[in-house]
């Protein structure tokens, strides 16, 4: 799909009331991520009745992301550009057409939306793009696995970096546990590496629960927990083994809930809504959440530009640098949990 040029603001009339940039995310062109072999050889990732099961695509290895600016819609599934793209003028309409489900060789799932970025005044003249929600690398085999358009439903504003579903206790400097969603900021919270640390900042998006926004529970007694903890699917848990996994050269096992998932102690609960919740501190934590450690949000650029505006702008006078560094430990991907055994790190559940 040939690039159009960057399009100026409208007029000093149009760009007095020009919406303000509330999110940024970087998305391709949609014929960027095409059909390598399958019914649709050649083919641009495109709407859920056009795509087949079963294709595969590539993320084009010469194609480039472009930066979109975006306002804070009102409207669920529709967002205006602001000032500040590299595509389209303030006031064009940004929609979500599609949310497609691709698997990589490794087996990790990542979701991809279709957008598609309407000039005002000229619908005819519509680009289609795409924005994955997890990592996609160029020139790897990617195979479409299912397509859903309640996709439309999604606010790109809405996707924040989270963490932590409503209800999870977390574990206070004095050792009480109170429900993350009734913590405040300046409130001290246990931390594992510096003790009692004041909480920063508090971020919550409330999130349609489908797809890679939907959360994982990790059921009660599974990790020691006692209760279920609900978290994202990218949040990593800091797991200790006295028997290091083999091969490794560290006790400490940093593992993303997804990578925990087997279906019976752990699972992803799709359907409804899921009120998300994200904790920052002045270092890069792990904190107790129903007595499991787990990671803070990491503070950097990446996580910051799916802030509202407003909100990095908060975190960036608060964390000067903007260069959190990750807990040292061993990361334990999907391939390593699979060669190794998912019940090693688990613990035995009440009853069993």
Same mark, same amino acid.
């Given at each position: 799909?040939?690039?159009?040029? *960057? ?24 014929? =960027? ?8 050889? @050649? =083919? ?10 079963? /294709? ?13 600016? #975006? !306002? ?18 303030? @006031? ?13 060789? /490794? ?7 279709? %957008? ?25 085999? $990617? ?29 206070? !400097?004095?050792?009480?546990? &109170?429900?993350?969603?009734? #913590? &405040? ?7 594992? =590496? ?7 900042? %508090?971020?919550?998006?409330? %999130?349609?629960?489908?797809?890679? %926004? ?6 009660? @007694? &599974? ?14 848990? *800091? ?14 096992? #940093?593992?993303? !809930?997804?990578?925990? $998932? =087997? ?10 809504? $899921? /009120?998300? *919740? ?20 990491? $503070? ?5 530009? !799916? ?11 608060? *964390? ?20 190794? @055994? ?11």
């Amino acid at each position: 799909m040939p690039q159009t040029a *960057f399009r100026p603001p409208h007029p000093t009339a149009a760009t007095a009331t020009a919406p303000v940039a509330g999110v940024t995310c970087r998305v391709y062109p949609a014929s =960027d991520l095409f059909v390598t072999w399958g019914t649709n050889a @050649g =083919d641009p990732l495109g709407d859920c009745d056009a795509v087949c099961a079963g /294709d595969i695509y590539q993320l084009d290895p010469a194609g480039a992301s472009i930066r979109l600016a #975006l !306002a804070q819609g009102r409207a669920a599934g529709a967002q205006q550009i602001a000032p500040g793209s590299e595509r389209g003028a303030p @006031g064009d309409r940004l929609e979500v057409r599609a949310r497609h489900r691709l698997m990589t060789p /490794d087996g990790d799932l990542v979701d991809v939306l279709l %957008l598609s970025l309407v000039p005002r005044g000229a619908p005819e003249r519509a680009e289609a793009f795409v924005l994955p929600m997890g990592p996609l690398a160029p020139g790897i085999d $990617v195979t479409l696995i299912s397509s859903e358009a309640e996709a439309r439903g999604v606010r790109l504003s809405d996707v924040l970096c989270v963490s932590f579903a409503a209800g999870t206790l977390i574990t206070l !400097a004095d050792g009480r546990q &109170t429900p993350i969603e009734a #913590l &405040t900021p300046g409130e001290r919270i246990l931390t594992r =590496d510096h003790g009692a640390q004041p909480l920063r900042w %508090l971020g919550k998006a409330t %999130l349609r629960a489908l797809g890679s %926004l939907a959360p994982v529970v990790i059921t009660a @007694g &599974t990790l020691g927990n006692a209760r279920d903890l609900v978290v994202s699917p990218h949040a990593r848990l *800091f797991l200790y083994r006295r028997d290091r996994l083999a091969g490794r050269t560290t006790p400490e096992v #940093l593992v993303q !809930a997804k990578h925990l $998932v =087997d279906d019976a102690q752990v699972f992803v609960r799709e359907g409804g809504f $899921v /009120d998300y *919740f994200s904790l920052v501190f002045d270092r890069h934590e792990i904190v107790y959440a129903e007595g499991i450690a787990a990671e803070s949000l990491m $503070v950097n650029e990446r996580t910051l530009t !799916a802030l509202p505006e407003e909100l990095a702008d908060e975190v960036r006078a608060r *964390f000067p640098g903007l260069k959190q560094d990750q807990h040292f430990g061993t990361e334990a991907d999907r391939g390593l949990l699979e060669a190794v @055994g998912r019940e090693r790190l688990f613990h035995t559940r009440p009853g069993r």
